[in-house]
């Protein structure tokens, strides 16, 4: 019997759920929490109308380690997979370390109060983790997730070397809005305003946000200007990767987000910093995500597609390469598959596919790991099978920026 507790019913929660619901060979029980017990409801009722399985549902504050670990104790699932925000990561790692239970998440841990997100605090679980003989799989997303794979397939079977490395993330969506975020808007803004950092011989080389700009041809997309950014598979590609000399993430915008997100900056409602208002304090970010649509709700109306991958150079059999790794997904597709968009679909399919792996045993480990220190093969046999295709190919030149 696996048993699987997902904890946050959102955008992604929703749609690994339902990508379980769909593989009864391997989540024989899943049981769905998150703060609000009527999110969990919701999702239940759309896993039941397309797939005719039921899940069960409970409220939990994931804050609260006590909490958690008692709702852990009840469930008694195998393997507890985090798709709540990334504030709840360490809380939610030590009510398994309390329970006894496996750990996967999608996100790296940020504190709230500090836009800066890192591995290093859920890192310093490793000790805890393998002593307890039990795993923590950490960013098993889109990105980081998939792209960290791209990177071990690519190297273990399209390059003996890699030298660079780019990570193209591309969604070729439109919503219809003039401002909407396609994940959670608090933390999808912090991540876009952060200042950009990359990888280069050795060292991090930072710049200010959204300040580099090149423009690339996405197959099934199309021209669009992407920018360089820092994102959190580059902190674990550099360490797990050491022969990378250069490593770099890009992301593309249209102008309008980028207009709206200014001006929204320059009249301070991107800060994260509680400020006065009426008597009372109020973080303006957690105010602007009020007024925003939620991403959840967006689905239905997202025509296009998105588009990620990574080019690598190197050297295969004594010759220099250059290979692109791609997967290119529908977000009408998506949303008539699960009634989320390909953003929340990109990322919810990965955590279900990370799950089912240590569920059947075969990825497995004592301690913390990311995803690129496991075998790539089942993973990318495994996106082919359920929704997620890819496709690799040389490219005739490295890119030219
Ligand atoms: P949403 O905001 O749509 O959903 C978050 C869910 O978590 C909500 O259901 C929310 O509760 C629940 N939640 C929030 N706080 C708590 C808490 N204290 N206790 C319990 N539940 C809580 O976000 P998304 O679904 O878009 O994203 C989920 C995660 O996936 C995030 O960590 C995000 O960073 C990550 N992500 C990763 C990507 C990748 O490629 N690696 C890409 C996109 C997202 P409620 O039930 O009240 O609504």
């Known amino acids: 019997m696996s048993k699987v507790l ?14 379980m619901a769909m593989a009864p060979e391997v989540f ?26 039921t899940i069960d549902t409970a409220q939990i504050d994931a804050d ?13 699932p195998r393997l507890v997979v985090n798709l709540a925000l990334p504030y709840q990561d360490l809380a939610i ?17 940020e504190p709230r109060d500090e836009a800066r997100f890192s591995y290093g605090w859920q890192w310093a679980y490793q000790d805890r983790f393998a002593e307890a003989g039990l795993m923590a799989l950490l ?11 791209f990177t071990g397939h690519v190297r273990k079977h399209l390059l003996d070397r890699i030298d660079t490395l780019d990570i193209l993330d591309c969604n070729g969506g439109d919503n219809g809005l003039p401002f909407a975020t396609n994940f959670n808007p608090e933390i999808n803004i912090r991540e876009v305003t952060a200042p950009s950092r990359h990888w280069e011989a050795g060292a991090w080389v930072e710049g200010p946000a959204l300040a580099r700009r090149q423009r690339f041809d996405f197959e099934a997309v199309g021209p669009r200007d992407m920018y360089l950014m820092y994102h959190e598979e580059l902190e674990s590609l550099a360490r797990f990767y050491p022969e990378i000399k250069r490593i770099r993430f890009w992301m593309t915008f249209g102008e309008s987000y980028l207009r709206h997100l200014e001006v929204l900056g320059n009249v301070g409602l991107t800060r994260i910093d509680p400020v006065m208002f009426e008597g009372r304090e109020i973080v303006p970010l ?41 997967n290119i997904c529908d977000h009408e597709a998506a949303y008539a598959e699960t009634g989320s968009q390909a953003v929340s679909y990109t990322t919810g399919v ?29 993973f990318m046999a495994m996106l082919n099978r359920h929704g997620l295709p890819w496709q690799a190919r040389e490219l005739a030149a490295p890119l030219a920026f």
């Open 139 to 149: 960013g098993c997303g889109f990105d980081p997730g998939v792209t960290s794979v």
């Open 286 to 326: 957690q105010f602007l995500k009020a007024l925003l649509p939620d991403p959840s709700t967006l689905g239905a109306a997202t025509r296009g597609k998105t588009n990620i991958g990574v080019i690598a150079t190197g050297e295969k059999d004594g010759r220099g390469r250059t290979v692109y790794v791609l």
């Open 93 to 109: 790692m030590e009510a398994c370390l309390a329970a006894g239970v496996n750990y996967l998440d999608t996100a790296n841990y």
């Open 64 to 76: 609260d380690i006590a909490a958690t670990t008692t709702l852990i104790a009840a469930v008694k």
């Open 350 to 378: 990965p955590a279900m596919i990370g799950a089912a792996l240590m569920l059947t045993g075969q990825w497995t480990g004592a301690g913390v790991f990311n995803i690129e220190q496991l075998d790539p093969d089942p």
């Open 28 to 53: 024989s029980h899943i049981t769905l929490a998150s703060r609000r017990r009527s999110s969990c409801d919701a999702v239940a009722a759309s896993v039941k109308g397309r797939t005719g399985v």
């Open 6 to 19: 997902v904890i946050g019913a959102g955008g992604v929660g929703s749609v690994a759920v339902h990508k």
